[in-house]
């Protein structure tokens, strides 16, 4: 049996040997990362060690990495805090995680290739002179658009605002730099870059106050309260470090990536690929079958032993109309038939060719009326 191909990356990344090896020899260890004697001082030891490896993936110092239990908690505590006493703006593509931290934020607009429309944010600021905060990811989730995170951050400055920067989906396919960025606060998730899951962390800038979420014994310099999780702090800093070195390799994927967009349209011409004329991620893409259901689709090429998805994958397994794609201003069919294709570093030519055998048994079937709950699919030649 042909084993099944995972492409679904930016779901979550699968944990390369080293990663595994670090955690598990922590989960050997006993220490508490708190505690003043050998065992505790090994224990900070390890964390310490992590944060310099994930403060070296962003260019960052070590003193401004804070470790969280995920992006979402990162994001949280950068809008609970920086977000005190301002109005906050955020771009229309957020994640949830953002998006509900800051119920009362004015939406920022994207264009139809998913990028923010910095005319808009500019007007936005001008309009009001009360402080602000702006949010905006550096790369979208669902269509792997990249953002201009460093020019929005520059007219965010000129008018006295902070920016918090959510580079979850970016870290590990992109070049980051914290300083060049120009933000103030900016999160990471671990699993997103091969790390464990349930570890994360928010880079705070050396001028940004921020309250806490969480109180108690004063960990993390008393940003964030709570016994360190030393096995996955641990392994993110391996995967963080891992994630420099193999980042020439991820880029690589672009060519991969184009080749299979291409090999799927040659199948489905009627398919269209979301975001195409946008920089976007090197591993990823947003492709539509109008008429036919994302879920339709999940299910369908699940059973043909490809897993992918369709949006976001932090929604509890729910399949809904993407607000991403809804804030480019794509038309109804294309949001509701989108789904998502992510590779990673197990991907190879072999996989590629066990999609397309998937996506053509999935076309073939959705021309013939196979599936109950599909609309009106234009049938094109192959």
Request: proline residues 5%.
């Amino acid at each position: 049996m042909t084993r099944p191909v995972y492409l679904d990356y930016n779901a979550t990344v699968p944990l390369k040997q080293p990663v595994i090896e670090a955690m598990a020899a922590a989960l050997a260890e006993c220490g508490n990362a708190s505690s003043v004697h050998r065992f505790g001082r090994l224990a900070r030891r390890a964390v310490e060690t992590a944060r310099e490896d994930v403060a070296a993936l962003v260019g960052a110092a070590p003193r401004q990495v804070v470790f969280t239990g995920g992006g979402t908690e990162a994001n949280n505590l950068a809008i609970a805090a920086a977000g005190a006493g301002r109005r906050v703006l955020v771009s229309a593509i957020e994640h949830d995680s953002v998006l509900k931290a800051a119920t009362e934020a004015a939406l920022i607009p994207v264009g139809p290739q998913g990028v923010i429309d910095l005319a808009a944010l500019q007007a936005m600021l001008e309009r009001d002179p009360r402080p602000a905060l702006v949010c905006l990811m550096l790369a979208n989730n669902e269509t792997g658009v990249i953002q201009p995170v460093a020019q929005a951050a520059a007219l965010a400055r000129a008018h006295g605002a902070l920016v918090h920067c959510d580079a979850v989906q970016a870290a590990g396919k992109l070049a980051l730099d914290f300083v060049q960025l120009g933000v103030d606060t900016l999160a990471l998730s671990a699993h997103k870059l091969g790390g464990p899951q349930g570890v994360g962390a928010l880079v705070i800038g050396d001028s940004v106050e921020l309250r806490p979420l969480l109180m108690g014994g004063g960990q993390e310099r008393g940003w964030r309260a709570g016994t360190e999780n030393v096995p996955a702090i641990r392994g993110f800093g391996v995967a963080a470090r891992l994630a420099v070195q193999d980042l020439p390799a991820v880029l690589a994927l672009a060519a991969l990536r184009d080749h299979m967009e291409e090999r799927l349209l040659r199948t489905a011409p009627e398919a269209v690929v979301l975001a195409s004329g946008a920089g976007r991620l090197p591993n990823t893409t947003c492709i539509a079958l109008p008429g036919l259901p994302a879920e339709t689709q999940v299910m369908a090429l699940d059973l043909g032993g490809v897993a992918v998805s369709a949006g976001s994958a932090c929604s509890s397994g729910k399949v809904r109309p993407s607000h991403v794609l809804r804030a480019m201003g794509a038309d109804a069919a294309l949001v509701a038939g989108a789904i998502r294709i992510s590779l990673g570093w197990r991907t190879n030519e072999q996989d590629i060719d066990h999609l397309l055998d998937a996506w053509t048994t999935l076309v073939a079937r959705a021309r013939s009326h196979q599936y109950p709950d599909r609309a009106t699919v234009p049938v094109s030649a192959a």
